[in-house]
């Protein structure tokens, strides 16, 4: 469907017959993280729609948005073949038609890491996020933990405006590697794609290191040389709550490891949760 209008009337048929629904936003370029967030959402609800749009507020000026891969007629078979009862893909000029003028900030959760190396990243994704959510009208909306600030920001925002819809977090889907699976893989070249297995090998291996008792500082500062020294160049490598995203300097409530590293052309981001001693 392609109107918010075609969108809302089906939803409305089968609240009407008494069936739950749950949303999946997308970009695209569908794989396996994705089809997790829909089997998901079937654990939760009768009825499981996905929107596929590339949202251009959320790309800065530099950024991949005209690179960014489309391909909707085989996102379309995949989510099909999972059993997706409902493809949202809007036209940029719908979302956007001449005169739109709002924009939703998340203040706090947004001010650093991925936030502070995209400039105006998150306002783009909770702005496309409540018109989604809004448009749905879904009982339970799927979020991926590989995008950990944005399912923490969007969880804020969803409570902060009063918008019905629980959002959900879905584990981080891996390659037998452990890279997560990501549309952005898709530009590494074979040699970047080898070196990429030792993100995560790099955040295991800090993770286990402060779970031992190493120094924070000392375990993240190792992880950025380990990553550097592979041809990883990290934008940041931070211990956070698991919650606040504020920095932590032990285990006293759950924390989570994320980092971002550039390979090549490529941005990837990953994290992990590090549990309480
Ligand atoms: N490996 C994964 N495991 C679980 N969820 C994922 C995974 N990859 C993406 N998702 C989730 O799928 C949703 C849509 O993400 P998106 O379309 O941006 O895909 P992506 O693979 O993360 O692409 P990108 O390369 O742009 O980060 C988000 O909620 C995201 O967190
Ligand atoms: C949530 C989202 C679909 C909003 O454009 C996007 O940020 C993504 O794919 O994670
Ligand atoms: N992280 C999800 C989408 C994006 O990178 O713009």
Not at 150 to 155: E, K, S, Y
Request: aromatic share 6%; charged share 25%; proline share 5%.
């Amino acid at each position: 469907m392609r109107t918010v209008a075609a969108l809302r009337a089906r939803v409305r048929e089968w609240r009407a017959a008494g069936r739950s629904v749950a949303l999946v936003p997308t970009m695209g370029a569908l794989h396996a993280g994705h089809l997790a967030l829909v089997a998901a959402g079937f654990a939760r609800a009768d009825r499981v729609v996905a929107s596929v749009f590339v949202n251009p507020k959320q790309f800065g000026p530099n950024e991949d948005f005209s690179r960014y891969p489309r391909r909707e007629a085989e996102d379309a078979a995949a989510l099909a073949g999972a059993g997706c009862n409902l493809l949202f893909a809007p036209a940029p000029e719908d979302v956007y038609p001449a005169g739109f003028a709002t924009g939703v900030h998340v203040a706090g959760l947004t001010a650093d890491l991925d936030g502070a190396h995209r400039p105006g990243h998150f306002d783009g994704v909770t702005t496309v996020v409540s018109k989604l959510l809004n448009q749905a009208q879904a009982d339970f909306a799927m979020f991926g933990e590989k995008d950990y600030q944005q399912l923490l920001t969007v969880r804020r925002m969803a409570a902060d405006l009063d918008i019905a819809t629980q959002i959900v977090g879905v584990p981080t889907v891996r390659e037998a590697d452990g890279l997560a699976l990501s549309s952005r893989n898709a530009y590494l070249s074979a040699d970047e794609r080898a070196r990429a297995a030792l993100f995560p090998k790099t955040l295991i291996a800090a993770r286990d290191a402060v779970r031992a008792g190493t120094a924070v500082e000392a375990a993240l500062a190792e992880a950025e040389a380990a990553l550097r020294a592979a041809g990883l160049v990290p934008d940041y490598v931070a211990l956070r709550d698991a919650e606040t995203l504020e920095p932590v300097r032990s285990l006293e409530r759950p924390a989570r490891i994320l980092s971002a590293v550039r390979l090549g052309s490529t941005r990837l981001i990953d994290n992990l949760a590090v549990e309480t001693a």
